[in-house]
């Protein structure tokens, strides 16, 4: 690392070549490199550093300005750079600037780590150590985060994920000293916390332990009253299990401190809930059935192995504790283990007890001895099984390090004829080693594969009457109309886990027009975006604000790449599941790609109003340059583009799509861009025509209507389920 600069981002921003202390320049060139230095060695094209440094509205000369900066900053960061006469830290590509530096210059990395490695410490009860981790992580924070950029919208993801990190680490050094026996120094950092985050249950939970514990149970009631009015006024919200189990330990005084925090692979046996608190299971009748069998199989002496897989929130985890709690009616030992949340310290990684299979071994057993080797090690297992049938659920296999997958392996091949079931949960990865083992798994072991698809419409339909929230006022009872059903399956994609947070919001925000973006849901799907290659992201904006359908020609009008290189990033697109490829569903009618409706929602609530002003002017021009497009998608683009279109232009394609809407007998709408043209004319003349259009469309209608009703076939509306065979994308 004394090789590398080293960027400090948590305060003000900060570069150092050894001792010495570099000078960015102004605030412009350094907010310039935060934007580089928040993107973890992904490429951000100059189009997008215009943006986002001038917040959509970038000067005649920010081009020049960028490569300006990036100049200065080169001569900065690699003052050696004429020796060699190439730099290797700020270089350029196809895609765009990349500021290549190893995770390890950056404080935020840095701090990360360390909070990582203090809970991982804490899991194994090593407190002093933890305890040093998470004070070396909260001791790098100098401010707050990206300082020089707090005002602009590409830190504010960034600062929110910081802060939370911190606020996290905050609490897990409450949690050591409460461990420690320090509750009065506890008492004192998790106030902070509560006055920083006064809405955040879990601080208020540690104050209230750590005030219990300090012999201030007054002051912790006292503290569970003020964070109660605190939820009822500003959420209408009650406190939640983990506060009021709090609440009630300081009520019978019998409230021990805070257990460690999980461990990446921490064998835990999630406590029994009553039938239905784990949210009802639905569409999976199958897979139990099929488990059911080898369980009973399991009885009778056998292992047996079962691989669920599907992509996430697909419910591979629910299914997993209806398997448990099948195994545990019957008897079973039921013993979970966790891959991927936690990393050990290089000296303990080598440490068999530390390894998730150790680990899971030292749960069954206590005082198994891990010596031997693993044929010795298996034997006495195998003798042990035998007296107790067991359920071993591991979670998130693709995320096991390689060494853990061939350990599974070996014992995979070492255990024969015991009464145990082991249940594996792995989301559908490229990952070699992990299709390696599974066909290990599978040849050696007859693995039971059971892959996991999205639920049907009458799946769902089961789901929303089991569900405990309204229904669609207007149904009588609690019978569920089929189309409101089918509505829900298509934006939640039949994801059980996407469905089940639509439905914990009000009846009328689930679909429709008025339909809202889950929080939990949002978090997920950003996650993912956050992953993308800048420049898919970039496509998805543009296919978002132009209807959600990908429509190539337009997209290369807007978008300055080859189709080319619009293959891969289609296919990047597809594989995050975030942009869908659809067949064609009749003849003539060729495949599309379309954003799932969650995606696209989430892309234009990210937009800036600025950015997306620009997409749609981009859209119009783009449009206008392609033959026979319809005159209504480029007014509608031109409307939405705010002020970045004159008023005459404006008046001009309102005009043409009305003419166009009256060409084609669409009146009513016909009606409506006549008056938006009459509305903005300044002219009289062109005012007065506008009108003389908008009556004549409308005297039409009504000679039409007339004309229906007369026949005896009144006109009605195209009902809400219904789409027009050449319905044009919608558009924001």
């Known amino acids: 690392m004394s090789d590398h600069v080293r960027f400090g981002l948590l305060g003000p921003l900060e570069a150092w070549s050894g001792k010495v202390r570099l000078n960015l320049g102004p605030p412009k060139r350094r907010v310039l490199l935060l934007r580089l230095l928040v993107e973890q060695g992904h490429p951000v094209s100059a ?13 005649a000369g920010a081009i020049s300005s960028i490569h300006s900066h990036i100049s200065r900053l080169r001569d900065v960061l690699e003052p050696e750079r004429a020796l060699r006469g190439q730099g290797t830290v700020l270089v350029s590509g196809p895609a765009g600037y990349t500021l290549t530096a190893p995770p390890d210059t950056r404080d935020t990395n840095r701090f990360e780590e360390a909070i990582n490695r203090g809970r991982g410490l804490l899991a194994r009860g090593r407190l002093e150590d933890a305890h040093r981790e998470v004070e070396r992580g909260l001791r790098l924070w100098r401010g707050t985060p990206l300082a020089d950029a707090v005002d602009l919208a590409f830190a504010a993801r960034e600062i929110a994920r910081l802060e939370e990190i911190r606020m996290a680490a905050g609490e897990l050094k409450v949690a050591i000293l409460l461990q420690q026996g320090e509750p009065e120094k506890a008492v004192l950092i998790a106030e902070e916390l509560a006055t920083r985050a006064p809405l955040r249950e879990a601080a208020w939970a540690l104050l209230m332990r750590a005030l219990y514990l300090a012999g201030r149970s007054a002051e912790a009631l006292r503290s569970f009253e003020t964070i109660r009015a605190l939820l009822a006024d500003e959420l209408g919200a009650v406190p939640g299990p983990e506060l009021s189990a709090v609440h009630l330990g300081v009520l019978r005084q019998d409230l021990p401190a805070p257990a460690s925090f999980p461990s990446r692979a921490a064998p835990a046996a999630p406590p029994r809930q009553p039938a239905g608190a784990a949210g009802p299971l639905v569409g999976r009748a199958d897979e ?3 488990f059911d069998e080898l369980l009973h199989d399991a009885t009778q002496g056998n292992i047996r192995w079962v691989l669920l897989s599907g992509e996430a929130g697909i419910g591979k985890t629910r299914l997993a504790e209806e398997f448990a709690s099948r195994s545990a009616d019957a008897a079973f030992r039921v013993v979970w283990v966790r891959c991927g949340l936690d990393i050990a310290a290089e000296e303990e990684a080598r440490d068999e007890r530390f390894n998730p299979l150790g680990q899971l071994l030292s749960a069954l057993y206590p005082d198994l001895r891990m010596e031997g080797g693993p044929e010795a090690v298996a034997r006495d297992l195998a003798e042990r099984l035998a007296e107790q049938p067991t359920i071993c659920l591991i979670e998130d296999l693709h995320r096991a390090d390689p060494r853990f997958r061939r ?9 024969r004829d015991v009464p145990m079931v082991v249940v594996c949960t792995t989301q559908d990865t490229d990952d070699v080693g992990l299709r390696e083992l599974l066909a290990l798994l599978v040849r050696q072991c007859r693995a039971t594969l059971l892959p996991l698809g999205p639920l049907t419409v009458a799946d769902v339909h089961d789901l929303m009457k089991r569900h405990s929230t309204p229904f669609t006022p207007g149904i009588p009872g609690t019978e569920l109309h089929q189309r409101e059903a089918a509505a829900l399956h298509r934006r939640g994609e039949g994801n059980p886990f996407l469905i089940t947070e639509i439905l914990e919001l009000p009846s009328d925000r689930r679909t429709g027009p008025d339909a809202q973006l889950p929080a939990s849901v949002s978090r997920v799907l950003r996650a993912r975006m956050d992953l993308l290659d800048e420049r898919v992201r970039r496509m998805l904006e543009a296919i978002a604000v132009t209807g959600g359908e990908l429509d190539i020609e337009l997209l290369l009008q807007i978008r300055t790449i080859t189709r080319e290189e619009l293959l891969s990033i289609l296919d990047a697109a597809v594989i995050a599941r975030v942009l869908n490829w ?21 892309v234009l609530h990210d937009l800036t109003p600025a950015r997306r002003q620009v997409l749609h002017a981009a859209a119009a021009r783009g449009l206008g340059e392609l033959r026979n497009r319809h005159p ?29 809407c009256a060409e084609d007998d669409q009146h009513a709408e016909a009606a409506l861009w006549f008056d938006h043209a009459s509305a903005m004319a300044d002219d009289p003349c062109v005012r007065a025509e506008a009108q003389h259009a908008a009556d ?11 004309l229906q009703q007369w026949n005896g076939h009144p006109c009605d509306p195209v009902p809400d389920d219904t789409w027009p065979e050449d319905s044009e994308p919608r558009v924001s």
């Open 696 to 706: 004549a469309a409308r005297r039409h209608l009504d000679q039409l209507d007339r």
């Open 632 to 660: 209504v998608q480029i007014a509608r683009h031109l409307m939405a583009a705010g002020p970045l279109v004159a008023r005459d232009e404006l008046i001009d394609a309102a005009l043409r799509a009305g003419n166009r």
């Open 582 to 602: 659809e067949d064609g569903t009749a003849p003539g009618r060729p495949g599309r790609y379309l954003m799932p409706d969650l995606a696209r929602d989430l």
């Open 47 to 59: 189009d997008r550093l215009c943006d986002d440094l001038w917040e959509g509205h970038p000067p």
């Open 407 to 415: 350990m599974l392996g070996m014992y995979a091949r070492l255990l």
């Open 288 to 290: 139990l059935a099929r």
